[in-house]
């Protein structure tokens, strides 16, 4: 009698959190579209602002405006990051909870490296942005970007959304046309256009996202 | 029945004597705030597919238990209310975790199949 009771509770209890979990899907699709649209932002700032500062600025005025053109959207995408982290460790630790699907624990190691990196562009930029040695930090730390990026998505939904694939594959057809670039042409201007894609699909996805998020609200209450 | 069992009882009859989480709907609300932390009232609204009315409700006696704290706020898109989940209402959701990891560990059948492909959830 009381175990029957106490597993009456138990699939009430669980069945609670799998909704949750289900209309988590329909916040993260919103999440993510805000954070493409953050990124798009960041990665057209990191690439096309050295252009109008060294045209229009000079002396101090051009380190100061270095500074800040990258500090301030590094410090923005990278609270950005951290809130989509902490957000989805929440989830797989209920996810866990109710499906026995265990979390990885390598949280502080991604959160520490993005740190590490980004860090060390603002350094290189805020010096005066040398193109080969900004080159050898850009490159890999966007390969480890897209892994990271991969991974989280991938942890978060059983199958991508259709603008979670068009980041990943604008982000990753980048990282080889701007390595192409640099190979072939050694010109930063063509490295910075590389990156044209992925502002432009990340700013797409943004919008894709944002608006059809409900619409995974609705599947999963019709289920 | 072993101290296991007792403790397991007792934190049930924690939820189930809460005001505030007799009801689902009230669970599912401060399931969500926990991952989110704070939302808007609007975003909860389209979240839960509510009624105003009735989301109204359930967010006041969540407040009077202090499970919730509640302010004004201004957005670009207007003025609105910000909901956000308090320290009580942490530890009550922590709690219903304890209860369902331990339910499960005692043999509880779980709801949840692998196989199952409709959510869009990894399972």
Redesign the interface.
């Known amino acids: 009698m009381i175990e029957n009771n106490i597993n009456n509770i138990n699939k009430n209890l669980k069945e609670v959190g799998l909704k949750a979990i289900n209309i988590e899907y329909y916040l993260f699709r919103k999440t993510y579209g805000v954070y493409y649209a953050i990124w798009a932002a960041a990665i057209f700032d990191f690439l096309f602002i050295p252009y109008p500062i060294i045209y229009f600025l000079k002396g101090t005025a051009l380190s100061i405006a270095y500074l800040i053109g990258y500090t301030v959207p590094t410090i923005i995408a990278v609270a950005a990051t951290s809130k989509i982290f902490k957000k989805t460790y929440r989830l797989l630790s209920l996810r866990y909870a109710i499906t026995g699907l265990k979390p990885k624990k390598n949280k502080s190691f991604l959160t520490a490296m993005i740190f590490i990196f980004l860090f060390l562009m603002v350094i290189v930029f805020s010096l005066g942005g040398n193109f080969l040695i900004s080159i050898i930090i850009e490159i890999p730390f966007f390969i480890f970007f897209g892994i990271m990026i991969y991974v989280l998505l991938k942890r978060t939904f059983i199958k991508l959304p259709l603008e979670s694939l068009i980041a990943l594959f604008s982000f990753w057809f980048s990282i080889i046309a701007s390595i192409l670039a640099v190979i072939i042409f050694r010109v930063e201007f063509y490295y910075s256009l590389a990156w044209v894609p992925t502002v432009v699909c990340w700013l797409f996805a943004s919008i894709y996202g944002l608006y059809h998020a409900p619409e995974s609200l609705e599947v999963n209450n019709g289920q | 029945m072993d101290n296991d069992t007792n403790k397991?009882i007792e934190n049930?009859s924690i939820i189930a004597s809460d005001p505030a989480l007799k009801s689902?709907s009230r669970?599912?609300i401060l399931?969500?705030l926990?991952?989110?932390k704070k939302m808007s009232f609007t975003?909860l609204l389209?979240?839960?597919?509510m009624g105003k009315g009735s989301l109204s409700n359930h967010i006041d006696k969540m407040k009077e238990e202090g499970l919730i704290t509640t302010k004004n706020v201004f957005r670009l898109s207007g003025p609105g209310i910000m909901i956000e989940i308090t320290g009580k209402g942490e530890n009550i959701y922590q709690n219903?975790?304890d209860?369902?990891?331990k339910?499960?560990s005692?043999g509880?059948?779980?709801?949840?199949k692998?196989s199952d492909?409709?959510?869009?959830?990894?399972?």
């Open positions: 397991l049930l689902s669970l599912l399931i969500i926990y991952i989110n975003d389209h979240s839960t597919m219903y975790i209860i369902i990891n339910l499960s005692n509880s059948e779980k709801i949840i692998k492909d409709k959510s869009p959830f990894k399972l």
